[in-house]
């Protein structure tokens, strides 16, 4: 079966670090374009960052410098590393499969999301 | 970066009926676009990418059209499970980007 398993999140204070893991089965994730995304509560979705098959990384410009993103091909798991969080980094974090995986298919696969909340 | 805007925010439609929802691009995305479904407390759910390409498992009532600019979800009968938030988002340019959603709810 095909599967997104996230982990790591917490209660952080403003400034502080915590790093996400995703643990994927049934797929590689050094294969497939691998992102996180993440939901504010009661907003939107918003695209956080992507690593593509090659290990190259994109990130979005709210979190450009702050966070990094990798993996670990041994382990099948996928990462986020979070730096100088802010209060407006509290979400949902979701890791997903995509938008590329043997063609453009969009984010096809979802973890269930880890809840990260940046308060003093 | 390309802003996606979804109407109408909110849609109040009856079981059984049809439900129709847009979302427009500030510049063309292609067909690099897809639609997703959030039910409360729940993960996203990949429906339709490419436009129009039901992705695995997605029952044929719900429908993906539009390229460029314009796009259109149409859900033919709407059932129990059918009335949840629907985001679009494109692939075409990173950064990708999400639609406001718009929520189906029971009328």
């Known amino acids: 079966e095909v599967q997104l398993v996230e982990s790591g999140g917490g209660l952080i204070q403003p400034g502080g670090s915590l790093t996400l893991s995703c643990v994927a089965s049934g797929f590689s994730v050094g294969t497939n374009y691998m992102s996180w995304a993440r939901q504010a509560p009661g907003k939107g979705l918003e695209w956080v960052s992507v690593?593509?098959?090659?290990?190259?990384?994109n990130y979005a410009d709210s979190v450009k410098g702050r966070f990094t993103i990798s993996r670990d091909n041994s382990k099948n798991t996928l990462y986020l590393q979070m730096n100088s969080l802010r209060a407006e980094d509290t979400a949902v974090y979701y890791c997903?499969?995509?938008?590329?995986?043997?063609?453009?298919?969009?984010?096809?696969?979802w973890g269930q999301g880890t809840t990260v909340t940046v308060s003093s | 970066e390309i802003v996606m805007t979804q109407s109408p925010a909110t849609l109040s439609v009856s079981p059984g009926e049809r439900a129709t929802l847009s979302c427009r691009a500030s510049?063309?995305?292609?067909?690099?676009l897809a639609w997703f479904q959030q039910n409360p407390g729940q993960a996203p759910r990949l429906l339709i990418y490419?436009?129009?390409a039901r992705a695995t498992g997605i029952p044929a009532r719900f429908s993906g059209s539009g390229s460029g600019t314009e796009f259109t979800l149409t859900i033919s009968s709407l059932q129990s499970g059918d009335f949840a938030v629907y985001y679009c988002q494109q692939y075409y340019k990173w950064p990708l980007t999400f639609g406001g959603g718009t929520k189906v709810e029971i009328k």
């Open positions: 510049q063309g995305v292609s067909s690099s």
């Open positions: 997903a499969r995509g938008p590329y995986t043997s063609s453009w298919i969009g984010l096809d696969v």
């Open positions: 490419g436009a129009s």
């Open positions: 690593i593509y098959s090659s290990g190259s990384t």
